[in-house]
């Protein structure tokens, strides 16, 4: 009876020895998976928390880098909506960093549900983020030549026109 008490008391040590590595590698990777903030922005544009000069560097030595931006649709200073894109072509210009977001096909945010809707149409849309809080985007349609409906294709064009509006961002090193 003491051998199969001591092999139990072994076995238990064992096993809470290994849950405890298991604890701190996986909390170690996880910690290591966190996101440093470079750089955040306000509505306005403003820099809130960062610095430009960081986040230059940063992108300068090679490391990667994630984008963020909230948008408000109420006006209330509350962020409605929440994007993310990692740092692909992105410009150093004047002491401020923009990043060119590749085509996505066009969604529709339904946030009563909360759902997001894929278009069914070719229509995309694209933009570029700066640092300054500008989001420059615009639409496209690849195939507007061939709409026939006059009137339509006035709309279209008209949708297609670069829009800017300012949002909240976030730019961290991934």
Not at 19 to 24: D, E, K, V, W
Not at 97 to 124: G, H, K, R, T, W
């Amino acid at each position: 009876m003491d051998k199969i008490n001591s092999r139990q008391r072994i076995n238990n040590r064992i096993v809470k020895g290994i849950t405890l590595i298991i604890f701190f590698l996986i909390s170690s990777v996880s910690r290591g998976q966190e996101s440093e903030v470079l750089l955040r922005t306000d509505f306005n544009g403003k820099v809130v928390e960062g610095s430009l000069d960081v986040l230059i560097e940063t992108i300068q030595k090679g490391d990667a880098i994630r984008i963020g931006w909230q948008l408000d649709f109420n006006d209330d200073n509350i962020p409605d909506l929440e994007h993310w894109i990692n740092g692909k072509f992105l410009t150093i210009m004047n002491g401020h960093v923009f990043n060119q977001i590749d085509p996505i096909y066009a969604q529709a945010p339904m946030s009563e549900i909360p759902q997001v809707e894929i278009s069914n149409s070719p229509l995309q849309w694209t933009a570029i983020i700066g640092t300054n809080g500008k989001l420059i985007s615009r639409y496209i349609f690849p195939d507007l030549d061939k709409i026939t409906d006059e009137s339509f294709r006035k709309e279209m064009e008209k949708m297609l026109e670069p829009s800017e509006r300012m949002v909240q961002t976030i730019w961290v090193k991934k």
